[in-house]
């Protein structure tokens, strides 16, 4: 009975993870609303939000494989939050020419995928680095 216990902690703790990191997500975006854009059909941040959504699950995968206790799952997921907000800075930093923001809430698919590439993939490199 004990796994299927820790597997609703865990999937309690992930949810509320996520969610917290959407939510500070939702507050970095400063010229648009995530779901605002979604509702209306926006591809591009669509994209932008999977790729977070996938990129803190990944983490947080890692994180439970690896992690003795709950506690340890938490920490490391909330850490996630905070590396996905940094490599999504870094990626908006290097594109000198245009701002990630702005053509996300133009709807540019492409920036989109690379927004979801950089998230997932800085995610599998985070989450190899939790032993």
């Not at 992930?14 to 507050?27: P, R």
């Not at 591009?44 to 890692?62: Q, R, T």
């Not at 439970?64 to 506690?71: F, G, K, P, T």
Request: some cysteine; aromatic content about 10%; hydrophobic content about 55%.
């Amino acid at each position: 009975m004990q796994p299927f216990i820790d597997t609703l902690i865990y999937f309690a703790i992930s949810v509320v993870i996520v969610l917290i990191g959407l939510i500070i997500f939702e507050n970095m975006t400063r010229k648009y609303k995530d779901m605002d854009e979604v509702e209306g059909g926006n591809h591009a941040v669509a994209l932008s939000i999977a790729g977070k959504i996938i990129g803190i699950c990944i983490v947080l995968a890692f994180a439970i494989y690896h992690s003795i206790e709950v506690q340890e799952t938490i920490i490391w997921g909330l850490f996630g939050v905070v590396l996905q907000m940094i490599a999504y800075g870094v990626f908006d930093l290097f594109t000198r020419k245009f701002s990630v923001e702005e053509q996300l809430r133009e709807n540019n698919v492409a920036v989109g995928i690379i927004s979801m590439a950089v998230s997932i993939g800085l995610a599998l490199v985070i989450g190899a680095s939790i032993t």
